[in-house]
């Protein structure tokens, strides 16, 4: 029974697991994203179609049956019927009403690669699906770094208002005894208490920011994301392959077996055919104008087809297709450019992000030390407490700006990583 239920709570924990890194995030959303069934739904559809395809080489049996009525038939002439009679034939003729059951069988021998050529464009376009559902999913990871830094920079700026808050509330308790003991005016004590909860106001809205950016990141993870961490990034040495460089090759080899099999229809075809049938009037046409009865007919034969009026649209038909081609090859071209263009940029604002951090804690330490001093002039009473508050604001600040800096880097990083494709 205790067995039981630790199994039950560890079911339980390993369905709320939290993922708190960037690359997690990444992982769950792509594999919750809905789009990700059609994989196999492609897959499954695509060995469907491949399967009907090859159905093509077995022996095509047509069964039928028919009865008719007919105005005229085969007879002999008079003449001749009269030659026939004397002799002591009775040639009763073919009768208007025949019937006919039989089955017809043909297979095919050679197609010209008609076949096969349809296989690999079933097998090709399953693939250009593939590739066009693995663009829309790897688009989802730019939503998922939006996401994820917008709720990462309003963590921190709301972790820099609450050490603000600390500071606020410190000073504002070291006012209110200054108050009581008359070394300090209740005004100055208002003041302090008045920004300490303007900068309380200001926790609750980023506060209430950060929790709907992290409920969206839940919905696009699939599961709750109870906060975020900074991410570490290697340097970008290397890049991968783009799934939409996939997808327009994928395109361009659909295309290449679609001119594959426009050769095929240029070909004749070769097949082998049986015809049988139960009936009358059968083969023997002499036969059943002397008796009227059912009978059993055959016939085996080989059979060439040529259509030659594939000929007539063959060279526009490729050159639509060599057209085609050239505007997947040109998309090709201007992906790269763009993205080449893109990590240039993203480069660039990585070294400014570079240069800027180097300075921000040089102005931290100014700050600091400016507000450290306005402190101790308060402890004597030499100081507007306005000034304060303006010291603390400017040091909050500095600290701040050196939060959203880390962050825009990171994040900088991580768009970067995307551009690439870099893992």
């Given at each position: 029974?205790?067995?039981?239920?630790?199994?039950?709570?560890?079911?339980?924990l390993?369905?709320?697991?939290?993922?708190?890194?960037?690359?997690e995030?990444?992982?769950?959303?792509?594999?919750?994203?809905?789009?990700i069934?059609?994989?196999?739904?492609?897959?499954?559809?695509?060995?469907?179609?491949?399967s009907?395809?090859?159905?093509?080489?077995?022996?095509?049996?047509?069964?039928?049956a028919?009865?008719?009525?007919?105005?005229?038939?085969?007879?002999?002439?008079?003449?001749?019927?009269?030659?026939l009679?004397?002799?002591?034939?009775?040639v009763?003729?073919?009768?208007?009403?025949q019937?006919?059951?039989?089955?017809?069988?043909?297979?095919?021998?050679?197609?010209?690669?008609?076949?096969?050529?349809?296989?690999?464009?079933?097998?090709?376009?399953?693939?250009?699906?593939?590739?066009?559902?693995?663009?829309d999913?790897?688009?989802?990871?730019?939503?998922?770094?939006?996401?994820?830094?917008a709720?990462?920079?309003?963590?921190?700026?709301?972790?820099?208002?609450?050490?603000?808050?600390?500071?606020?509330?410190?000073?504002?308790?070291k006012?209110?005894?200054?108050?009581?003991?008359g070394?300090?005016?209740?005004?100055?004590?208002?003041t302090?208490?008045?920004?300490?909860?303007?900068?309380?106001?200001?926790i609750e809205?980023?506060?209430?920011?950060?929790?709907?950016?992290?409920a969206?990141?839940?919905?696009?993870?699939?599961?709750?994301?109870?906060h975020?961490?900074?991410?570490?990034?290697?340097?970008?040495?290397?890049?991968?392959?783009?799934?939409?460089?996939?997808?327009?090759d994928?395109?361009?080899?659909?295309?290449?077996?679609?001119?594959?099999?426009?050769?095929?229809?240029?070909?004749?075809?070769?097949?082998?055919?049986?015809?049988?049938?139960?009936?009358?009037?059968?083969?023997?046409?002499?036969?059943?104008?002397?008796?009227?009865?059912?009978s059993?007919?055959?016939?085996?034969?080989?059979?060439v087809?040529?259509?030659?009026?594939?000929?007539?649209?063959?060279?526009?038909?490729?050159?639509?297709?060599?057209?085609?081609?050239?505007?997947?090859e040109?998309?090709?071209?201007v992906?790269?450019?763009?993205?080449?263009?893109?990590?240039?940029?993203?480069?660039?604002?990585?070294?400014?992000?570079?240069?800027?951090?180097?300075?921000d804690?040089?102005?931290i330490?100014?700050?600091?030390?400016?507000?450290?001093?306005?402190?101790?002039?308060?402890?004597?009473?030499?100081?507007?407490?306005?000034?304060?508050?303006?010291?603390?604001?400017?040091?909050?600040?500095?600290?701040?700006?050196?939060?959203?800096?880390e962050?825009e880097y990171?994040?900088e990083?991580?768009?970067?990583?995307?551009?690439?494709?870099?893992?």
């Amino acid at each position: 029974m205790k067995f039981k239920v630790l199994l039950v709570i560890f079911s339980f924990l390993s369905t709320q697991s939290y993922g708190q890194t960037l690359q997690e995030c990444i992982q769950m959303a792509e594999h919750n994203y809905p789009l990700i069934r059609k994989y196999d739904l492609i897959d499954q559809t695509s060995a469907l179609t491949v399967s009907n395809i090859q159905k093509d080489w077995l022996p095509q049996v047509t069964a039928s049956a028919q009865a008719t009525l007919q105005s005229d038939v085969t007879a002999w002439p008079d003449e001749m019927q009269s030659m026939l009679a004397a002799s002591g034939l009775n040639v009763k003729g073919l009768r208007k009403d025949q019937y006919r059951i039989g089955i017809d069988l043909v297979q095919t021998v050679y197609d010209g690669g008609n076949i096969q050529a349809r296989k690999d464009i079933a097998l090709l376009e399953a693939e250009s699906e593939k590739a066009q559902a693995a663009v829309d999913i790897y688009a989802v990871r730019k939503r998922v770094i939006e996401l994820y830094f917008a709720t990462l920079l309003l963590e921190e700026q709301t972790k820099m208002q609450e050490n603000l808050l600390t500071y606020l509330k410190a000073n504002e308790s070291k006012l209110e005894s200054m108050h009581q003991n008359g070394t300090a005016s209740l005004s100055d004590f208002n003041t302090v208490r008045a920004e300490r909860l303007a900068v309380e106001q200001q926790i609750e809205n980023l506060l209430s920011q950060a929790s709907t950016c992290r409920a969206l990141l839940s919905i696009f993870c699939g599961q709750e994301i109870a906060h975020t961490e900074k991410p570490e990034f290697a340097d970008v040495a290397g890049s991968g392959r783009r799934p939409e460089l996939d997808y327009i090759d994928s395109s361009i080899r659909l295309l290449d077996a679609k001119d594959r099999l426009l050769n095929s229809s240029l070909l004749p075809k070769v097949s082998v055919f049986a015809s049988g049938f139960y009936g009358y009037p059968g083969y023997n046409m002499f036969e059943d104008m002397i008796h009227h009865r059912w009978s059993l007919n055959g016939m085996v034969g080989m059979r060439v087809t040529w259509n030659i009026g594939s000929f007539y649209t063959a060279r526009s038909d490729r050159a639509k297709l060599r057209h085609q081609i050239s505007i997947a090859e040109n998309r090709r071209d201007v992906f790269l450019f763009n993205n080449r263009i893109e990590q240039i940029q993203q480069q660039s604002n990585l070294q400014r992000f570079q240069r800027i951090m180097k300075m921000d804690n040089e102005i931290i330490s100014l700050r600091s030390s400016v507000r450290k001093a306005s402190e101790s002039k308060l402890d004597h009473g030499i100081i507007d407490v306005s000034e304060l508050v303006k010291d603390l604001k400017n040091e909050n600040n500095a600290m701040l700006q050196k939060s959203v800096h880390e962050i825009e880097y990171l994040k900088e990083m991580a768009e970067l990583n995307f551009t690439t494709n870099n893992q």
